[in-house]
């Protein structure tokens, strides 16, 4: 059996964030075809626990500790030199003595370095014999310059900087590697106008959404209080775009809707809520839950699922896996990058405050009309059509596997996968 060095900068366990989602079934997907060794970065002390569910998929294992602190210390000393400040968060003698000895023998002849960061363990002369993929997954860099365009200055330039560092690395790893993947068709389109030297070796598979977790289900009472109507974000809640939605929809949107149906609640479902998050608890109507045992009543009892995203790369998570339970989803175009779902059949778009309060209030208004009714609910069924028939797991994966070079049988078999765990908000 093929051997493989998968690098991940996160335990790709639990699958409780976009990320993780997202590595977790490539390494699921990775262990039915090659030998896999994996080397990863553990930021949470709660994810130690989950080490074991990890390496029952792989031949080998380096978990490498990655005290925050730390990380940000060697982060700003990349200011003193023209490196991105992501590739240095991420950088570690430890890890980099593992992959160098991993390789030494010449047994591995393939790997898959997951996020940007990661590649820099198989930038240099080792990794040239091999037959190496990045899945850069979102342009980083775009996303970077986002936040420069969004903050004030003195974090504007910093965010411009690295928006620009980034850039030059993942042209430079993309232009070394065999294969560049991303998350979506416009994640590839935009790395292609970024780096035309690349554009040939550029791809993309989808992500997918597990249909038979995230499905159609009845609202359970006890989550929402009697007559309450509720509108839902779900979300990773120390997460800057998360965070800048919410405070922007609460800002903006919220005081409208409220006026409008005294009892509509807006609950803000998800983990690890900073400061600015759990002050919007003081809000009329605005519920912030933290982290929850499980998302889908949430999301089964509310009327609207929104993503009022205004910074966003890649796939919104939240936004399928809302359409794979049938739920009306009000969301801004920036949420639906890389969704091709259609507004007014699979799912409602708002550009701004005025469209989402618009929007809303006539899915509220018309929440006792029958007529009404129906036509949500066909839009319900219309939103978890489109995730069955284009975000099935298996199926995008094979993209994968065609570029690393599995032969068409392999890439299209496989055995059945080991059973899902329990799942968190997601980014």
């Not at 990863?40 to 080490?51: E, K, L, S, V």
Request: proline content about 6%.
């Amino acid at each position: 059996m093929r051997e493989l060095l998968f690098l991940a900068h996160r335990l790709p366990y639990p699958p409780n964030k976009g990320d993780k989602i997202r590595s977790w079934h490539i390494l699921r997907y990775l262990s039915r075809h090659f030998r896999v060794h994996l080397g990863c970065f553990i930021d949470d002390d709660d994810d130690w626990r989950h080490t074991k569910s990890v390496a029952d998929l792989c031949a080998s294992t380096r978990f490498i500790d990655l005290p925050r602190g730390a990380a940000r210390w060697r982060a700003m000393q990349a200011l003193l030199s023209r490196q991105a400040m992501s590739v240095q968060y991420y950088r570690d003698a430890r890890l980099l003595q593992w992959v160098d000895g991993l390789l030494a023998d010449g047994k591995v002849r393939h790997a898959l370095a997951f996020s940007g960061p990661m590649a820099q363990y198989i930038d240099g002369s080792a990794g040239r014999s091999l037959h190496r993929v990045i899945d850069f997954v979102d342009v980083d860099s775009d996303k970077w310059r986002q936040y420069g365009d969004s903050k004030p200055w003195p974090m504007s330039l910093l965010y411009r900087r690295e928006a620009q560092l980034l850039l030059q690395y993942e042209r430079h790893i993309a232009q070394q590697f065999t294969a560049a993947s991303f998350v979506s068709s416009a994640e590839a389109t935009l790395f292609r106008q970024c780096a035309p030297m690349a554009r040939r070796k550029t791809g993309y598979f989808n992500n997918g959404v597990d249909t038979a977790y995230f499905t159609p289900m009845a609202a359970q009472p006890a989550i929402y209080p009697h007559g309450v109507q509720a509108l839902v974000f779900t979300g990773a809640m120390d997460y800057w775009p998360n965070i800048d939605a919410v405070q922007w929809f609460v800002r903006h949107v919220w005081p409208a809707l409220r006026r409008q149906f005294p009892r509509l609640r807006f609950y803000i479902v998800g983990s690890a809520p900073v400061p600015a998050v759990t002050a919007l608890a003081r809000v009329a109507g605005v519920v912030v839950t933290g982290k929850v045992p499980d998302i889908r009543p949430y999301l089964a009892g509310a009327a609207l699922a929104v993503a009022p995203l205004r910074i966003a790369r890649g796939v919104q998570n939240k936004v399928l896996e809302a359409m794979a339970m049938g739920k009306i989803v009000l969301a801004t175009p920036q949420a639906l990058e890389g969704i091709a779902a259609q507004p007014g059949l699979e799912l409602l778009l708002a550009r701004d405050d005025a469209e989402f309060i618009h929007h809303a209030a006539r899915v509220l208004r018309h929440a006792q009309d029958d007529a009404a009714e129906r036509s949500c609910a066909a839009m319900g069924a219309a939103a978890r059509q489109l995730v069955l028939q284009d975000y099935d797991w298996d199926r995008n994966l094979r993209g994968l596997g065609a570029m690393l070079g599995l032969p068409t049988d392999a890439v299209a078999g496989g055995a059945a996968a080991p059973p899902q765990p329990a799942r968190e908000p997601s980014t």
